[in-house]
């Protein structure tokens, strides 16, 4: 039995993943359940109705939790039939033969987990184009999120599931804790699926979110700080410079440091790299201040 475990906050794009995902499910070999864990208040009644044959799971967070997508993803795991668990985002398009090559990783190949590949519909020189590249030219991943993951539930009950005390960043520590278990993330880049980031002010708050759950995770995750300047090394340099821009009253020069940053970054989109990190950067020194 594969489960395909969707979580969803008031995204109408879910009826069209659910549609994709229902047609590629019927081509599978093996038995497929389809489960959507809803915290929409039954604002996306509608699309429950458009599928019947789902599992849909209506999901009312724990007092005091602002941001429930932790809980969401345990609580449709463990609701789960299935011993392969595949995730897909709200909003998210499969293309091609998405379900059965990260089928196929597990149930074929004897994988545990297995990571596939988000592109934008229409594919440019992005700073997601970057990821893209990373996933592409390996076999293996250090980490991966949960809008194209697939992975066996003894994996799952190893862990204990998603560490629900991050709003944000449970998928990152998810993947660094199956690594720390002795389980290996197989990318299959042929396993894509389309996701739509957004507006650029979108993707800014994304990127200020995503920058303070990486000192949320280094928090927990205090082995890996050594490790920082050669694995992670925009977490310590945006910081470093949005501290010193007072200097800038004194050394007028010192905003050209981005130009270092900005030339490597010439073929991803500079406006767009440099704002995503100085974002990220602005999240992990917010973290840090909260401490």
């Not at 007092?63 to 299935?82: D, K, T």
């Not at 928090?219 to 490790?227: A, I, L, N, V």
């Amino acid at each position: 039995m594969i489960s395909v475990v969707v979580i969803s906050k008031d995204e109408p794009d879910l009826d069209e993943t659910l549609a994709a995902v229902e047609a590629q499910a019927a081509e599978l070999a093996q038995a497929c359940e389809l489960i959507v864990v809803d915290a929409s208040e039954g604002r996306l009644e509608w699309v429950r109705r458009r599928h019947p044959a789902v599992r849909w799971l209506d999901y009312g967070p724990p007092p005091g939790v602002r941001v429930s997508i932790p809980h969401q993803r345990n609580h449709g795991v463990r609701a789960a039939a299935g011993e392969v668990i595949v995730f897909i985002d709200a909003g998210c398009r499969p293309t091609g033969d998405w379900l059965a090559r990260m089928v196929a990783a597990i149930a074929d190949h004897g994988e545990e987990v297995a990571a596939g590949l988000a592109v934008a519909p229409e594919q440019t020189h992005t700073h997601y184009q970057l990821e893209v590249e990373r996933v592409r030219g390996s076999q293996y991943l250090e980490e991966a999120p949960t809008l194209n993951l697939a992975f066996t539930r003894a994996a799952f009950d190893a862990l204990g599931g998603f560490d629900e005390g991050f709003e944000y960043g449970s998928d990152i520590d998810f993947s660094w804790r199956l690594i720390d278990h002795g389980y290996r993330i197989r990318s299959v880049p042929e396993a894509v699926v389309e996701h739509d980031w957004g507006s650029a002010r979108r993707q800014l708050r994304r990127a200020y979110l995503y920058g303070r759950a990486r000192a949320r995770l280094y928090k927990k995750h205090t082995k890996r700080r050594s490790r920082i300047w050669r694995d992670d090394p925009v977490v310590l340099v945006y910081p470093a410079f949005l501290l010193g821009l007072p200097l800038t009253a004194v050394y007028p020069l010192y905003p050209l440091l981005l130009l270092i940053p900005a030339w490597r970054a010439r073929r991803y989109g500079v406006a767009g790299v440099l704002a995503d990190h100085l974002a990220y950067g602005a999240g992990v020194l917010s973290a840090l201040v909260a401490r």
